[in-house]
């Protein structure tokens, strides 16, 4: 069983376009997170959620929106899309506070046209 | 100065090899370390903590020098699965991020035959 998943794996779409990743995790985690890996292999955290609730939100463009309907999923919309979003998303999960041992999922490569 | 920084490289070593990476850091009250291990178009997954005393887990060693703020990461006896892109992680313990993940570029190793 797939513990951090995330869907899909591949997103291919134009500019303008609104888009959205989910993703979902059966570790019974209280914590889940969205990280950006760009071009130069840079991984950046975006958000964090502790049982449903917004912990950690980097300097990321309001475009982007977490929802997070109970604590086993973290869902990802994206507003807008630009040329500057193309990227590696990764979700992750894990028990405990932010920052302890993560578990990733295995990402959605996002290309904007 | 970047919060972790590491020698992107590549190092190409041949198989039995040891080899050893370095990754400094800005941040001088941080607490907790990590060496992540992500494989080309994988997820990032974890390879070890780094206490103070400095720690081990079969062929490979974790150190951490607090007063030069770098950790260290030595592998013995390279094998051709330990081909992969090595992360350097610190947790950010202060300021609205509590407990944030920082993560260096990386550095890839390729173990040849």
């Known amino acids: 069983d797939t513990a951090v998943s995330q869907t899909p794996k591949y997103l291919v779409t134009q500019m303008g376009n609104d888009k959205s990743i989910k993703c979902e995790q059966n570790?019974?985690?209280?914590?889940m997170y969205w990280y950006k890996q760009d071009s130069k292999k840079f991984l950046k955290i975006m958000f964090s959620?502790?049982?449903?609730?917004?912990?950690i939100n980097e300097t990321v463009p309001n475009r982007f929106s977490p929802k997070s309907p109970d604590k086993a999923h973290l869902n990802l919309h994206i507003n807008s899309l630009e040329l500057g979003d193309s990227a590696v998303y990764f979700c992750?999960?894990?028990?405990?506070?932010?920052?302890?041992?993560?578990?990733f999922g295995s990402g959605t490569q996002l290309s904007v046209l | 100065r970047k919060e972790v920084e590491q020698d992107p490289g590549p190092f190409n070593v041949p198989e039995g090899a040891t080899v050893a990476f370095n990754c400094t850091y800005s941040?001088?009250?941080?607490?907790?370390f990590f060496w992540y291990r992500q494989d080309c178009r994988k997820e990032p997954k974890l390879l070890m903590s780094?206490?103070?005393s400095g720690n081990e887990d079969g062929r490979f060693t974790a150190q951490l020098n607090r007063a030069s703020q770098y950790i260290s990461l030595l592998i013995r006896d390279s094998k051709l699965s330990d081909s992969a892109t090595y992360l350097c992680v610190v947790k950010q313990d202060y300021g609205g991020s509590q407990g944030n993940l920082i993560f260096g570029k990386g550095t890839k190793l390729s173990v040849k035959p």
């Open positions: 992750a999960s894990s028990q405990g506070g932010a920052g302890e041992k993560l578990f």
């Open positions: 780094v206490y103070s």
């Open positions: 570790l019974g985690h209280d914590t």
């Open positions: 959620y502790n049982n449903k609730e917004l912990i």
């Open positions: 941040n001088s009250a941080s607490q907790s």
